[in-house]
């Protein structure tokens, strides 16, 4: 059975770092493409960030671009959002999913996506 557990998310101020992580167990981690979306009320779920199987590609949403870091231990089955200078507009949960996709692809769009983990709350206030 594939699990994915987020963990990290909580109340910070504005301009405050975060680091989200995502546990993977019951599949082959490293050979999954990776991704953090999320989803504020209200609103539709929106693509944050996501990394391929051997980490060495990368693709950001422009709202966090700079701001925001994905990264991966394959050996701890863990992927990570390092978040810094959080704005308010960062405020909603905070999901991981995992992908079945060609080494270097970097897929971007949720419906791709065949693993999901029951997200996280991060809220920033000002």
């Known amino acids: 059975q594939v699990q994915l557990v987020e963990s990290g998310g909580r109340l910070v101020q504005a301009g405050g770092s975060l680091r989200l992580s995502c546990a993977a167990s019951g599949l082959t981690f490293s050979t999954y493409a990776v991704g953090w979306f999320r989803q504020a009320p209200g609103k539709e779920r929106e693509f944050v960030a996501a990394m391929s199987w051997t980490g060495g590609n990368t693709y950001y949403a422009d709202s966090v671009k700079g701001r925001f870091t994905i990264s991966r231990d394959n050996a701890k089955n863990t992927v990570y959002l390092q978040m810094n200078s959080l704005k308010p507009e960062d405020t909603a949960v905070y999901y991981c999913?995992?992908?079945?996709?060609?080494?270097?692809?970097?897929?971007?769009?949720?419906?791709?996506?065949?693993?999901w983990g029951q997200g996280t709350q991060v809220t920033v206030s000002s």
């Open positions: 999913a995992a992908d079945r996709t060609p080494p270097i692809t970097v897929p971007t769009r949720a419906n791709v996506y065949d693993y």
